[in-house]
């Protein structure tokens, strides 16, 4: 999974209208209707813990579970701590596990093209950051892009009936909170969730940095590395997608990455993916801009006369 430059970058053009099926956005809206409630509600401190600490695990879920694991099989681990990502990743309230890996592989396999499910340069924001998941054209699973996890049925239970994990989840912080652990714990953790998540489609390809000569506009950006814990770090990503992490350098702070390492220590995960020599040392060489030199010798040796024997030869 390997994406180098083979040619050039899509040109910004927003392409026309797509088909929105707003009665199957209803739940999201009101999910966002429901925060209004907090102004009425005493918020207790246990509430407040419980947003943050279901606000980070369940990021780390779904950039370690959903993508990291699921969409390219950056890492192996057994079946049981494999379910465990799904449902955590499941209780974000984005789809089901198998849904989401096949769009983020067609993603990678069209990225910024016409035919990419959430492509900015494409489709303009709002399509890319939340609209395209009520598109009717991207609500069924392809089952023939995630045939390797595809075969175990709770897998594709879960994926049927996505809603199971993140309803069981709200139930919980309703009996043991009350309405503030509801619409506080759950709610506002859940879209606070869904927007970091969604920030990497809206905007880590429009805004930062390329250290990477990639075929699509993907781009690195800190502060969308520290929200999502290392998801930021998009072009990196879009160079080398088979690499368990996305910070490839130690300043890049890749939070995702250092809690897998961390269950790799302790046999949970193992097979984890380095980022190939050659890349890193590619990206140094960018980052000193010594590429500049080596992408302008070819133009300069074009000018020169061809060798009369490879002339001859040809």
């Known amino acids: 999974m390997d994406i180098t430059d083979s040619g050039e970058r899509p040109v910004s053009t927003v392409s026309s209208p797509k088909r929105i099926a707003w009665a199957g956005a209803i739940p999201f809206i009101l999910c966002h209707l429901a925060l209004l409630s907090m102004f009425f509600i005493e918020i207790s401190t246990a509430a407040i813990v419980t947003c943050v600490s279901l606000l980070v695990v369940r990021q780390w879920a779904v950039t370690a579970g959903y993508h990291r694991y699921f969409s390219h099989r950056t890492f192996k681990t057994g079946r049981v701590f494999q379910t465990v990502l799904a449902l955590l990743a499941m209780s974000s309230a984005q789809k089901g596990v198998l849904w989401w890996a096949a769009h983020h592989r067609d993603h990678h396999k069209h990225s910024d093209t016409p035919k990419d499910v ?4 494409q489709t303009g924001f ?6 395209w998941l009520f598109d009717p054209e991207t609500e069924a699973t392809d089952m023939k892009r995630i045939p390797d996890f595809a075969k ?66 993907s781009r690195n950006h800190w502060l969308l590395g520290l929200l999502t814990l290392g998801e930021g770090w998009h072009n990196n990503h879009h160079r080398y997608q088979s690499s368990t992490r996305n910070g490839f350098y130690w300043w890049e702070i890749d939070i995702t990455y250092y809690v897998i390492r961390a269950l790799a220590a302790v046999g949970i995960v193992w097979g984890l993916r380095p ?9 140094r060489a960018r980052d000193r801009g ?7 010798k070819p133009a300069v040796a074009a000018e020169k006369p061809a060798p009369a024997a490879l002339v001859h030869a040809a």
Request: charged residues 15%.
């Open 118 to 121: 959430h492509s900015p340069v």
């Open 126 to 131: 709002w399509y890319s950051h939340v609209l």
């Open 152 to 217: 175990y049925p709770e897998l594709v239970w879960l994926n049927k009936y996505y809603l199971v994990p993140p309803i069981v989840l709200a139930l919980i912080c309703w009996a043991t909170m009350g309405w503030s652990g509801l619409v506080v714990g759950f709610f506002l953790s859940t879209v606070l969730l869904w927007h970091n998540t969604f920030l990497i489609n809206s905007l880590a390809h429009v805004f930062g940095k390329r250290r990477f000569e990639t075929t699509d506009d």
């Open 275 to 283: 980022v190939p020599e050659h890349v890193l040392a590619e990206g």
């Open 290 to 296: 010594e590429h500049l030199e080596a992408e302008e």
